[in-house]
């Protein structure tokens, strides 16, 4: 994925080359004119990635998506496995099982690892918008664990094209932040003028390269439910390899036939927005009414560009404890892995989120939608 932005802000080889087509990406509202040419700290885009896998009734794995905009669930990895030691500290004891309570550790490490050219003890903080944001805990947790200040916009400033950071004292600079704001929203002044979280001035001290932001601005294109499809086509290009693991089939809607197709075969299909996140505007064919298909339907036709198409999956199940019956029943989950890549270092969390629909029969395991999650182990042995 890295390349592959490097790519497409600055050669664009992929598409001279016919691999990716061009109105894919530049009529994805998240592939940002202002990066093209402009060289991230370190030659790093997606500082921190989060995968969704899945497993398929034909017993094979799947990626279901990739998320590297600002993925978020970390946060549940650390706290169900310190809430399950508690409860079944003899488990662990038995079993060998790797750590994940080091990702703060690695996470502010990758943050040093990119600090802008010059800088020898950089400061770094995390900015969010604010404590209505639902993935708010997230931020404060990460914050904490990794002994970095917790800012929104209103905390910080930009003078002289360098980021402050106002104190009870005099201002402190900023080196690193670490953004759980989306691109448009960074900085009203380059972005959307309306924006009240954002910094005015962080775009232009970050394209002096006097500030680094993580992950780099105009990532989202990549994790762009479109350009998913043309995943296996990607990894051949840059790396010379076949996939390891299989792609969801998908259907653009921007393509007449696959369109059609769509459009007769609703009822049996997954209908995403291909830039939304968190399971927002996501419809389940089979789930629907009639009335409710047609809603569909005309949605898509109002601009197919916005949509994509994938058969339903048989996501695998696990035993989950309900609450309000007491007894355990099989639910649907997924798995969210993460990975983080810094300037000549990176690290795999050896674990990961999996993500439960509680409703029954629910297959949508975001936690914006009513989903859980569970501790995940992986054995040293």
């Avoid at 080359?17 to 700290?41: A, H």
């Avoid at 664990?145 to 402190?172: A, C, H, Q, S, W």
């Amino acid at each position: 994925l890295n390349l592959f932005l490097w790519d497409l802000y600055h050669d664009k080889n992929i598409i001279k080359q016919k691999v990716v087509p061009l109105d894919l990406i530049s009529s994805s509202k998240n592939y940002l004119q202002q990066m093209i040419g402009l060289d991230p700290p370190g030659g790093i885009y997606n500082h921190i990635s989060g995968t969704d896998l899945i497993k398929h009734a034909d017993g094979k794995y799947y990626v279901l998506e990739d998320n590297i905009r600002s993925p978020s669930g970390v946060s549940y990895v650390i706290s169900n496995r310190t809430a399950l030691k508690r409860a079944l500290f003899g488990v662990f004891n038995h079993y060998e099982i790797y750590t994940i309570t080091d990702y703060a550790e690695n996470l502010l490490d990758i943050l040093e690892s990119v600090k802008p050219k010059g800088v020898d003890i950089p400061t770094s903080v995390v900015i969010t918008p604010g404590i209505y944001n639902s993935a708010y805990y997230e931020h404060s947790y990460l914050a904490k664990t990794m002994g970095v200040e917790l800012v929104e916009g209103r905390d910080l400033f930009v003078e002289n094209d360098f980021v402050y950071m106002k104190t009870i004292k005099t201002p402190r600079k900023v080196d690193v932040i670490y953004r759980r704001i989306d691109d448009l929203y960074l900085d009203p002044l380059e972005f959307y003028s309306h924006s009240a979280i954002g910094v005015p001035g962080l775009y232009s001290a970050y394209k002096k390269g006097n500030v680094t932001i993580v992950n780099a601005p105009g990532t989202g294109v990549a994790d762009d439910k479109a350009v998913y499809t043309y995943m296996p086509e990607i990894i051949k290009y840059y790396l010379g390899e076949e996939p390891i693991l299989n792609n969801v089939e998908t259907y653009h809607c921007d393509r007449p036939d696959e369109l059609k197709y769509v459009l007769e075969n609703v009822h049996n299909l997954v209908v995403k927005p291909v830039d939304e996140a968190g399971g927002y505007g996501i419809s389940i064919g089979n789930k629907l009414t009639r009335a409710e298909i047609g809603k569909v339907k005309k949605t898509i036709l109002a601009d197919p560009r916005k949509y994509i198409a994938q058969p339903i999956m048989s996501l695998s199940v696990h035993p989950t404890y309900i609450e309000e019956t007491q007894t355990f029943e099989q639910r649907h989950v997924d798995l969210r892995t993460f990975t983080l890549l810094g300037e000549d270092k990176e690290f795999v969390l050896k674990g990961g989120l999996t993500r439960v629909a509680l409703r029954k029969g629910n297959l949508v395991v975001n936690s914006s939608q009513g989903g859980g999650s569970k501790d995940t182990w992986v054995l040293k042995k």
